[in-house]
């Protein structure tokens, strides 16, 4: 059984909007910190953004703070990425983690398979 699974990528234009989701399942999702990270093909996992267990504190990587939101919902299992005004460089596949918290992907413990965003310019 695969812990998470994103889905709500697409390919869209600068300057749309997508919400990511990810859906948990066998983990103890509502005790979890969760975050969103993105990759490209040749580079390392980028931190996109976190969320505490309890809802508190979301962090965000600086280029896209005021653009993207990171909320999730316990009783459906649920956490989300709100991206608003998509730029070209947000283009990536995203992938939800549950684990530890910080922006190093080392420290959760919970993967999924990726959804991809690309944005066109």
């Known amino acids: 059984q695969v812990p998470l699974v994103e889905s709500g990528g697409g390919s869209v234009q600068a300057g749309d909007s997508l919400r990511l989701s990810c859906a948990a399942s066998?983990?103890?999702?509502?005790?979890?910190?969760m975050a969103w990270f993105r990759q490209v093909p040749g580079t390392e996992r980028e931190f996109v953004a976190n969320i505490y267990w309890n809802g508190n504190r979301p962090d965000y990587t600086d280029s896209v703070k005021g653009r993207f939101t990171i909320s999730k919902d316990d009783a459906r299992e649920m956490l989300y990425l709100q991206m608003n005004s998509l730029k070209p460089e947000d283009t990536g596949t995203y992938y939800c983690?549950?684990?530890?918290?910080?922006?190093?992907?080392?420290?959760?413990?919970?993967w999924g398979q990726g959804t991809r965003v690309t944005v066109s310019s």
């Open positions: 983690a549950a684990g530890n918290t910080g922006q190093d992907p080392r420290n959760y413990k919970y």
């Open positions: 066998g983990i103890d999702f509502a005790w979890l910190n």
